[in-house]
Structures are given as structure tokens and as C-alpha cells.
Nanobody
């Protein structure tokens, strides 16, 4: 059973930075891609970024390109989301999720029928002055 736990959320002023962590159960990162999603109050959940299990290749949604960086440390079973240049519109609960490579890209892009297999409980990020 895959387990995921997010941490690192908090409150920050616009322009600030946060680093989110997604701690996965052992060997998860060898077999599953990890995606970061977020959901703001009153809005649908959206994909933010993902990192492939097989190649480590990364993908970012347009709204975070150049500001967010996803990375992984397999030895620590952890995927990170470094968030710089935060904006108020980045305020949301951030979730990490695990799925096969081919489905994760689709899920991040919001393609119908592409779902992740396992989810964490989320961590709240608030960007406000």
C-alpha cells in the first residue's frame, strides 16, 4: 500500500518562497510518478507539476513555469516542490499523488479519465500580505 504525506505548507507574503515535501512509502518513487495538485476554495482541483518515475523528467503547468521546481530524493523517498515568487493566486491546499507515468501527465493536464492511484491528505499554502 502506497502512503503519501505532504508537509511544508504555511503562510507567506507575495514574492516569498516555500518548499513542500511529499514523503512516500518505500520504493514508491521507483514505480510511480509523483504529481502535485492544488485546490483553492471554490475552485476545481488543478495539476501543478509532476516528475516521472522512469526518467525523472518533469512537467509544469503554465501558471507556475519558471517559479516552481519539482525534484526528488529517492534515498529519502521524498519529492519536493520548491515554490518561489509566490502569488496570492497560488493560495490553495496542495496535494501530492502517485500514479503510473503515462497517467500522471494526463492527470496533471486535466485530461478526462486520467486519474492518480494514491493521494496524500494535503498541506495548506496561503499567500497574503
Amino acid at each position: 500500500q502506497v502512503q503519501l504525506a505532504e508537509s511544508g505548507g504555511g503562510s507567506v507574503q507575495p514574492g516569498g518562497s516555500l518548499r513542500l515535501s511529499c514523503l512516500a512509502s518505500e520504493y514508491t518513487l521507483d514505480y510511480y510518478a509523483i504529481g502535485w495538485f492544488r485546490q483553492a476554495i471554490g475552485k476545481e482541483r488543478e495539476g501543478v507539476s509532476c516528475i516521472s518515475a522512469s526518467t525523472g523528467s518533469t512537467y509544469y503547468t503554465d501558471s507556475v513555469k519558471g517559479r516552481f521546481t519539482i525534484s526528488r530524493d529517492k534515498a529519502k523517498n521524498t519529492v519536493y516542490l520548491q515554490m518561489d515568487g509566490l502569488k496570492p493566486e497560488d493560495t490553495a491546499v496542495y496535494y501530492c499523488a502517485a500514479g503510473p507515468d503515462f497517467r500522471t501527465i494526463g492527470a496533471i493536464k486535466g485530461v478526462a479519465g486520467y486519474a492518480m492511484d494514491y493521494w496524500g491528505k494535503g498541506t495548506l499554502v496561503t499567500v497574503s500580505s
